[in-house]
């Protein structure tokens, strides 16, 4: 009686930790990880090395990230718009809640939608995402419980919708599903995307979004153990009963260990992947003003400490050389106002421009002028898109080597 009592207070707490881990944490319930397996040997159909079928084992997986206001999106739909016209099948994602896809190339939804030629484009809207996860999780939760602990539950995940951190699970269950298991190119000629890009929210949100894998790899071996505990509980008691009742009948599998299960090798595999530094990298973008600089080499420290390649910078909105002064008589007083002003926005941008390039020496580094007009659709992108043709991220580089900026021929 005492082991049937422990193992019943054991399970009504742990179906109440599952009712919070399942309305607060990425939803295992689309679990395609087997397609995931499907996609990976796609590249050996035909006989070759992925290399002679000039097929990828992975899509290589860019993430644009900066202070906000310093231009990731236009930079980030620019190098996927030049990746595209090398004849590189691109999908770019937005996971930024303020989305600007949509406002460079039209109306876009939560799925793929072609916008040029190898070029698909989506941005994932949090409460979609947010309704989808919360359903899966439903799912999952229903053969669970039962009877008032079944109402309970439900009216708990429904009330989570509006907890902190729900929104960030989504997206980040989105996220898992896209690197995982991409979806296919919408033209028929890629079997399947050669770059993923994403156009990420400001500095902290990138940087707790691709720390989850990390960080939730722990947590969920600590409710792997507490849930071990509770099943040896129950196990116990079952044997007790089962020797006298149904001799040699074993225990029935345990659903939420399963469940947990499937789900750390689903963050294994996206954090084995995230950490591939030859096939993921995070390109930074940052004005040459003081608070973009600093933030910039704070980011970067932080996601090496993570583990995660910092792939490249981007100085953007640097302002031109002063053109030389045309023949005639002097500037009026209001133009060498301006002027001063211009040249000391310049000497200022010039300091911090310096301070950039010296942090990230290591790295490429390519400077952005400030445009007459900024992007604001496809063609003002075309600018942009001429000087991304030519930018290629780092990578370690296969032997060792004196820089190690360069990374290898494509």
Not at 208 to 235: D, F, I, T, Y
């Amino acid at each position: 009686m005492l082991l049937s009592r422990l193992w019943k207070r054991a399970a009504s707490r742990t179906a109440k930790d599952t009712a919070v881990w399942s309305g607060t944490q990425p939803s295992a319930a689309h679990e395609t990880y087997e397609a995931h397996e499907t996609y990976e040997a796609h590249a050996h159909q035909s006989g070759q090395a992925p290399e002679q079928a000039g097929i990828s084992k992975h899509p290589e997986i860019w993430f644009f990230g900066g202070k906000g206001g310093v231009g990731k999106t236009s930079c980030a739909a620019a190098q996927a718009l030049a990746l595209a016209e090398k004849g590189e099948a691109t999908l770019l994602v937005s996971t930024d809640p303020a989305h600007n896809l949509g406002d460079l190339f039209g109306a876009i939804g939560g799925k793929p939608c072609n916008i040029a030629p190898r070029l698909d484009v989506m941005e994932l809207d949090p409460e979609r995402e947010c309704d989808r996860y919360l359903e899966a999780v439903r799912q999952r939760i229903v053969p669970l419980v039962s009877g008032e602990r079944s109402a309970t539950v439900m009216r708990q995940l429904e009330l989570s919708r509006h907890a902190p951190g729900t929104s960030e699970a989504a997206l980040f269950d989105a996220l898992v599903e896209i690197i995982l298991t991409p979806p296919a190119p919408l033209e028929d000629e890629a079997p399947h995307y050669r770059h993923i890009l994403f156009d990420t929210a400001p500095s902290g949100h990138t940087i707790r979004l691709l720390s989850l894998p990390e960080v939730l790899g722990g947590w969920l071996e600590g409710m792997l153990g507490q849930r071990r505990r509770a099943v040896a509980e129950r196990s116990l008691w079952l044997d007790s009963q089962q020797a006298s009742e149904t001799p040699g009948e074993e225990a029935p599998e345990d659903p939420i260990s399963e469940a947990l299960e499937q789900r750390r090798t689903r963050y294994a595999a996206l954090r084995q992947r995230l950490s591939d530094t030859r096939r993921a990298r995070v390109i930074l973008v940052s004005t040459p003003e003081k608070l973009p600089c600093l933030e910039t080499t704070r980011t970067r420290e932080a996601l090496e400490a993570h583990g995660l390649a910092v792939g490249g910078l981007i100085i953007n909105q640097c302002l031109p050389e002063p053109a030389a002064q045309g023949a005639g008589g002097s500037p009026s007083t209001p133009h060498e106002s301006l002027d001063d002003w211009v040249a000391t926005w310049r000497e200022q941008q010039q300091h911090w421009a310096a301070r950039l390039e010296e942090a990230f020496a290591d790295r490429p580094r390519l400077r952005l002028l400030r445009q007459p007009q900024l992007p604001e659709d496809r063609a003002s992108l075309a600018p942009l898109v001429a000087q991304f043709t030519a930018f290629r991220p780092w990578a370690p580089a296969p032997a060792a080597s004196s820089c190690g900026c360069a990374a290898p021929a494509r």
